[in-house]
């Protein structure tokens, strides 16, 4: 005689699946607020840091991935400390150094990549180097107003 399964039970089984195979909802995850013109070069920055191929070789990765990066980046209260030199008006003292240097970023062959997010030692010529100089500057500089 063939078998037959309890309604109820395969009911159960059902919503006990369901329920367990479901991660968090949208409901559930945190409203980043983004500062508009911070997203584009924050992009830019964050894929080139985290390419494989061409970026930076980090062990103890902070970022799962470069929309992780650039959305911490862009970030009205990012988690990590980025330079962008936040006013007390809303804007940043920074964006155009960080303009600046996330183009020149952008505009770098993956060997070029390599050399400024892999350089080693005390060399102090790589590419980009006076942008991020700028940007470096620029964020000390907000510090002591």
Same mark, same amino acid.
């Given at each position: 005689?063939?078998? !037959?399964?309890?309604? #109820?039970?395969? !009911? /159960?089984?059902?919503?006990?699946? /369901?329920? *367990?195979?479901?991660?968090? !909802?949208?409901?559930?995850?945190?409203?980043?607020? #983004?500062?508009?013109?911070?997203?584009?070069?924050?992009?830019? =920055?964050? *894929?080139?840091? #985290?390419?494989?191929?061409?970026?930076?070789?980090?062990?103890?990765?902070?970022?799962?991935?470069?929309?992780?990066?650039?959305?911490?980046? /862009?970030?009205?209260?990012?988690? +990590?400390? =980025?330079? =962008?030199?936040?006013?007390?008006?809303?804007? @940043? /003292?920074?964006?155009?150094? =960080?303009?600046?240097?996330?183009?020149?970023?952008?505009?770098?062959?993956?060997?070029?990549?390599?050399?400024?997010?892999?350089?080693?030692?005390? *060399?102090?010529? +790589?590419?980009? %180097? @006076?942008?991020?100089?700028? %940007?470096? @500057?620029?964020?000390?500089? *907000?510090?002591?107003?």
């Amino acid at each position: 005689m063939p078998r !037959t399964l309890d309604p #109820l039970a395969t !009911t /159960a089984a059902i919503v006990l699946v /369901a329920a *367990s195979s479901c991660g968090p !909802t949208i409901e559930e995850q945190p409203i980043i607020e #983004l500062v508009e013109h911070r997203i584009e070069p924050c992009e830019q =920055w964050c *894929s080139a840091q #985290l390419d494989p191929e061409c970026g930076a070789i980090i062990e103890e990765q902070a970022f799962r991935s470069a929309e992780e990066c650039a959305q911490d980046c /862009a970030a009205v209260e990012p988690v +990590y400390a =980025w330079d =962008w030199a936040r006013l007390p008006d809303g804007t @940043d /003292a920074c964006a155009e150094e =960080w303009f600046a240097s996330a183009d020149c970023m952008d505009a770098l062959s993956c060997e070029e990549q390599r050399a400024f997010f892999r350089r080693v030692g005390t *060399s102090n010529e +790589y590419p980009c %180097k @006076d942008e991020l100089d700028a %940007k470096s @500057d620029c964020f000390y500089a *907000s510090l002591e107003q």
